[in-house]
C-alpha cells in the first residue's frame, strides 16, 4: 500500500473500531489492513491505535492524526472528483479540420448541434483540401477521406465507407451516348477530380476485376463541387464521392454510370492524437459523427 492507501485504512479501523470490520469494508485481508497501520506507525515514530482482544481505539496522538488524514483524504477525493467532472464535461476548444466539399455540405449543422449541446466547447473549424499534418499543426480531430494508414501518433476511427461513383447529367447522356463499358469512357467528356498529371485514367473495379481505363479528360480541379456543377451543367461524366452527389442523384439532375464499375473503396476517417486519456470534447464529437453518419449515410439512401 502506498502512504494515501494506509491513510485509508487507518481511518476505517478507527471508524469500525477494528481491523476484521474495516478489513470487510475495504475489502482487504485483516492481516493487510494491520500491516499498513503498523508501517504507518514505524513510519512516524508512535503508536496510533491501542489494541485489545475487545477493541481497537486510537491514542491522543492517533486521534489527532485521524483528523488530520480525513481532511486530507476529503481533498484529494475532491480534487479527483473535480477531475473526473472535468473529464466527462467537455470545455475548452475543439479544433477541427475537415475537406472543404464535406464540411460545407454536411459538417455545418452537426457542428451546431454539438455547440448547442455543449455549449462550453468553442469551436474552430477549418476546412481545406490539402494535407494536414493534425499533430504539427494542431487539430484535435481531422476528418480525412481516403484510406486509412497506420500511425504511432494518430488514431484513425472509421466513420463510414465514402462511396464514389460515375455520374453525368441526363441531358449529357442523351446527346452523347451513354457508355456502355469502361473502355468507352476515352470518348466522353471526362471531369476528373485532381491534378493534370493524374487525369488520363480512372482505376474502377467491375466484372471484370480490379483496372485502369484511359479517359479523355476535359476538366480537372481539386474542389468536387465545381465538377458536380459541370457535371448537372451537362458538360461530361464526373467520377466522385456520393457525400457530393448524393442530393443530385436523389433529384434526378444526375444519372448513374456504368453503376458495375466503381473506384477501390475509401473512407471517412476521424484523425485524433494517440493520448492515454481523450479528452471528452474529441470523444463526444467523435461519437457524434458515428452517429450521425454511421450506417448507411442520408446521401446514399437513393443510387
Same mark, same amino acid.
Not at 473535480?82 to 479544433?95: D, F, N, V
Not at 466513420?159 to 466522353?188: D, F, M, N, W
Given at each position: 500500500?502506498d502512504? +494515501?492507501d @494506509?491513510m ?5 479501523v478507527?471508524?469500525e473500531?477494528g481491523f476484521?470490520?474495516?478489513a470487510?469494508r475495504?475489502?482487504?485481508?485483516r492481516s493487510v489492513?494491520? $500491516?499498513? /497501520?503498523i508501517?504507518? #506507525?514505524?513510519e ?7 489494541? @485489545? ?10 486521534l489527532?492524526?485521524?483528523?488530520? *488524514?480525513?481532511?486530507?483524504l ?5 480534487? !479527483?472528483?473535480?477531475? $473526473?467532472e472535468?473529464?466527462?464535461? %467537455?470545455?475548452?476548444? +475543439? ?12 459538417l ?6 454539438f455547440?448547442?449541446t455543449? %455549449?462550453?466547447?468553442?469551436?474552430e473549424? /477549418?476546412?481545406?483540401?490539402?494535407f494536414?499534418?493534425? !499533430? #504539427?499543426?494542431g487539430?484535435d480531430?481531422t476528418?480525412?477521406v481516403g #484510406?486509412?494508414?497506420?500511425s504511432? @501518433?494518430l488514431i ?6 465514402a $462511396?464514389?461513383?460515375?455520374?453525368a447529367?441526363p441531358?449529357y447522356? #442523351? ?7 469502361p473502355?468507352e469512357l476515352?470518348?466522353?467528356r *471526362?471531369?476528373?477530380?485532381g491534378? +493534370?498529371?493524374s487525369?488520363s485514367q480512372w ?8 483496372r485502369t ?6 476538366? &480537372? @480541379?481539386?474542389n468536387?463541387d465545381?465538377? $458536380? ?7 461530361g !461524366?464526373?467520377?466522385? %464521392?456520393t457525400? !457530393?452527389v ?5 433529384e434526378g ?5 456504368l453503376?458495375d464499375y ?5 473512407t471517412l *476517417? ?7 486519456h481523450l479528452?471528452a470534447?474529441?470523444r463526444?464529437f467523435v461519437?457524434?459523427?458515428?452517429d450521425?453518419f454511421?450506417?448507411?449515410?442520408? &446521401?446514399?439512401l437513393?443510387?
Amino acid at each position: 500500500m502506498d502512504r +494515501l492507501d @494506509s491513510m485509508r485504512a487507518f481511518t476505517r479501523v478507527v471508524d469500525e473500531g477494528g481491523f476484521a470490520a474495516a478489513a470487510r469494508r475495504i475489502g482487504l485481508s485483516r492481516s493487510v489492513v494491520n $500491516k499498513a /497501520v503498523i508501517n504507518l #506507525e514505524n513510519e512516524l515514530g508512535v503508536q496510533l491505535l491501542r489494541r @485489545s482482544t475487545r477493541q481497537v481505539t486510537p491514542t491522543e496522538t492517533g486521534l489527532a492524526f485521524y483528523d488530520r *488524514c480525513i481532511r486530507i483524504l476529503d481533498d484529494v477525493d475532491e480534487a !479527483i472528483a473535480a477531475i $473526473k467532472e472535468l473529464q466527462e464535461r %467537455p470545455t475548452g476548444t +475543439l479544433r477541427i479540420n475537415a475537406p472543404m466539399s464535406f464540411g460545407t455540405l454536411h459538417l455545418s449543422s452537426l457542428v451546431a448541434e454539438f455547440m448547442a449541446t455543449h %455549449p462550453d466547447v468553442h469551436v474552430e473549424l /477549418v476546412l481545406n483540401d490539402r494535407f494536414v499534418d493534425p !499533430i #504539427e499543426e494542431g487539430f484535435d480531430v481531422t476528418l480525412r477521406v481516403g #484510406e486509412a494508414s497506420p500511425s504511432t @501518433s494518430l488514431i484513425a476511427r472509421e466513420i463510414v465507407p465514402a $462511396k464514389r461513383v460515375l455520374c453525368a447529367s441526363p441531358a449529357y447522356l #442523351e446527346q452523347a451516348g451513354e457508355p456502355r463499358s469502361p473502355t468507352e469512357l476515352r470518348e466522353h467528356r *471526362c471531369l476528373h477530380y485532381g491534378y +493534370l498529371d493524374s487525369g488520363s485514367q480512372w482505376r474502377l473495379v467491375g466484372p471484370d476485376g480490379d483496372r485502369t481505363y484511359a479517359i479523355r479528360c476535359v476538366m &480537372w @480541379s481539386n474542389n468536387g463541387d465545381v465538377l $458536380k456543377d459541370a457535371a448537372i451543367h451537362d458538360q461530361g !461524366i464526373a467520377l466522385l %464521392p456520393t457525400f !457530393i452527389v448524393g442530393d443530385a442523384l436523389q433529384e434526378g439532375e444526375l444519372r448513374t454510370v456504368l453503376p458495375d464499375y466503381a473506384p477501390p473503396g475509401i473512407t471517412l *476517417c476521424a484523425l485524433y492524437p494517440r493520448h492515454r486519456h481523450l479528452s471528452a470534447k474529441v470523444r463526444l464529437f467523435v461519437d457524434m459523427l458515428e452517429d450521425r453518419f454511421g450506417g448507411r449515410p442520408y &446521401w446514399d439512401l437513393v443510387e
